[in-house]
């Protein structure tokens, strides 16, 4: 029971001390499993605090599990995205910044311009989780077919955070 108390307090105390976005200079890196229509990836981001409430950062993605298209596989640029972003973090909105950072933003890549909105939740100083929807707004093809598609989608991803 007493090993039981310990870690228990432990785990409050590392919870009530975590600061998940303390404004410019703050520096996130998140990798995690992406998940979209007909393909599943490896998704990596950075995001660099520029004030109390702006982040700037990058995406990166590759998907792993893409099918075949009529009988053609997938070649690396297929594959591959990468994303500039800009996030307004907005979680001392809530009142909630000691714990959880919001996060709604655009993005603009080599395959669309878009948005996404996600959240961290941070278990200590170092080390959270997060989850997050990216969706295009505008493609540069308006009308992507085959391969195209895989990167002009909207898309899920869920994994770990840190602070650098």
Do not use: C, W
């Not at 099918?67 to 001392?92: H, Q, T, Y």
């Amino acid at each position: 029971m007493k090993k039981i108390i310990i870690v228990l307090a432990l785990f409050t105390f590392g919870i009530n001390n975590a600061q998940v976005f303390s404004g410019k200079g703050d520096k996130k890196f998140q990798v995690g499993a992406n998940f979209q229509e007909k393909g599943t990836g490896i998704i990596a981001t950075f995001d660099n605090g520029l004030g109390k409430n702006m982040s700037f950062g990058f995406t990166a993605l590759y998907l792993l599990g893409i099918e075949e298209v009529l009988g053609e596989k997938p070649n690396f640029d297929d594959r591959f995205d990468i994303r500039a972003r800009f996030s307004a973090n907005i979680a001392d909105i809530f009142n909630i910044e000691e714990k959880v950072d919001i996060y709604p933003g655009l993005n603009i890549g080599i395959k669309n311009f878009g948005g996404h909105f996600g959240a961290r939740y941070f278990f200590s100083e170092g080390f959270g989780i997060y989850s997050e929807i990216q969706f295009p707004i505008a493609q540069y093809d308006n009308n992507p077919v085959g391969f195209e598609k895989y990167n002009n989608q909207f898309n899920f991803s869920i994994g770990t955070s840190f602070n650098l």
